[in-house]
Each structure stands twice: as C-alpha cells, then as structure tokens.
C-alpha cells in the first residue's frame, strides 16, 4: 500500500516560516524522485522543489534561496522548510513521488516535470501567508 501523507501546513504572518512534512510508507525515499507542488485556486499546479535519489535538488525561482527541500530516508520523510513566507506563497501543497517504474522516469529530476510526471500523491496542506 503505497501513501503519501503531507503535515505541517497553516497560517502564519509574512515574513514567518512553516516547515512541512510527507511521510511515505509502501516504497522508500532512495527510489527516483520526489517533489512539492503547490495550487492557488483558479491556477495552475507549480512545482516549487524537486528532490533526487543522490540528494540533488531544484527550485522554482520564486522560492530560491527561501525553501529547502530535504529527505530523511530513515523516517521515510520528505520535508520543506519554508522561510520569509510572502502572501504569494499561499496555496495548497503536495508531495509527489516517482518510484522509477513509469516512462517519465528516464526524465531527470527536476522542475521540468509536470505534475502528471509523478505517480504518486498526498492529500495536501494547506499555507496562508497573511500581510
């Protein structure tokens, strides 16, 4: 039974920091790729940050330098650190993984994939980031 379940989401003022988190049971973090995607209602899903098998990460530009994405393989735990929160960073965020057994998996690990690109999905959290 493969799940993803995503914590950590709230409301916080500009400026704060929330730190999220997806623990994953069925498959382990060593496999191919792992990713937080993000929606605001009425738009688009982004990614925001991808994650590899050796650790090698990606992030869409608007929250370079502001998020961290990072694995606890032990835990079976993906997390995102999210620090200098603006009202642009609202939406509801996803952990996403691909366990490497599908076409897009020859793809690289990066921002380059869409959401279709990955297999499996959690439920979300929701951030609000009020001004």
């Known amino acids: 039974q493969v799940q993803l379940v995503e914590s950590g989401g709230g409301s916080v003022q500009a400026g704060g920091s929330l730190r999220l988190s997806c623990v994953a049971s069925?498959?382990?973090?060593?496999?191919?790729?792992m990713a937080w995607f993000r929606q605001t209602p009425g738009k688009e899903r982004e990614g925001v940050a991808t994650?590899?098998?050796?650790?090698?990460?990606d992030y869409v530009d608007a929250v370079k330098d502001r998020f961290t994405i990072s694995k606890d393989n032990a835990k079976n735990t993906l997390y995102l650190q999210m620090d200098s929160l603006t009202p642009e960073d609202t939406g509801m965020y996803y952990c996403?993984?691909?366990?490497?057994?599908?076409?897009?998996?020859?793809?690289?690990?990066?921002?380059?994939?869409?959401?279709?690109?990955?297999?499996?999905w959690g439920q979300g959290t929701q951030v609000t980031v009020s001004s």
């Open positions: 069925g498959y382990d973090y060593g496999t191919y790729c």
């Open positions: 994650i590899n098998s050796v650790r090698s990460t």
């Open positions: 996403a993984a691909d366990v490497g057994d599908a076409w897009y998996s020859l793809m690289a690990c990066d921002l380059n994939r869409r959401d279709r690109e990955y297999t499996y």
